[in-house]
């Protein structure tokens, strides 16, 4: 693979992982969706217009597959919380936060810790083509939950949460291995 077709794509990466922005009250749910789509087709874009201008030799070969990688896991886990989270804020859903019930500071940042370990293991089970293990994640995270699940209001913004960042690590994850050919 071209490391050029992939710098578009990191730079973005790198800036919306280090910069995730908060959602508030003007950019909500469907609008950050819409951006992020938009932002990252643009990245591919410009990276399939760089990427003919060098011809890369096997070592660049190399690295543009290292670049590919790096970019999905930095993706997936950094940026992964804010479109997670715009998922729950879509307006449709009307689903709580946890920073609004009672949860301390500690349960939210390891909520998204959890997140973001769940999608780096999802994303590297798809990558080795082993599918089927992506559903024993969700049944050991269910487990962990169980009691915690029979408050109907958690167990569907639960659910939501877990098959968005699901959503977000295959999805990731079945364009990689397409690029990755």
């Known amino acids: 693979m071209n490391p050029l077709f992939v ?4 730079v973005y990466t790198l800036a919306a992982a280090l910069w995730p922005g908060q959602v508030d009250g003007r950019r909500r749910g469907a609008t950050v969706l819409i951006v992020e789509a938009i932002l990252v087709v643009v990245a591919l874009a410009v990276g399939t217009f760089l990427a003919p201008l060098v011809v890369p030799r096997a070592q660049g070969l190399f690295w543009g597959r290292v670049g590919l990688l790096a970019t999905g896991y930095l993706y997936v886990c950094g940026r992964g ?3 997670v989270r715009a998922v729950l804020d879509l307006p449709t859903l009307q689903m709580r936060r946890d920073e609004d019930r009672t949860a301390s500071a500690i349960d939210v ?3 998204r810790t959890i997140g973001a370990l769940e999608r780096a293991l999802a994303l590297t089970l798809v990558l080795l083509g082993e599918y089927a293990a992506v559903g024993w994640i969700i049944a050991a995270k269910s487990l962990a939950r169980f009691k915690a699940l029979e408050d109907r209001e958690f167990a569907e913004y639960f659910l939501i949460g877990t098959l968005a960042s699901f959503l977000l690590a295959l999805l990731a994850g079945l364009g990689m291995r397409l690029l990755l050919k």
Do not use: H, K, Q
């Open 7 to 10: 710098v578009p794509l990191l």
């Open 81 to 83: 919380m804010v479109l």
């Open 109 to 111: 940042a390891r909520g």
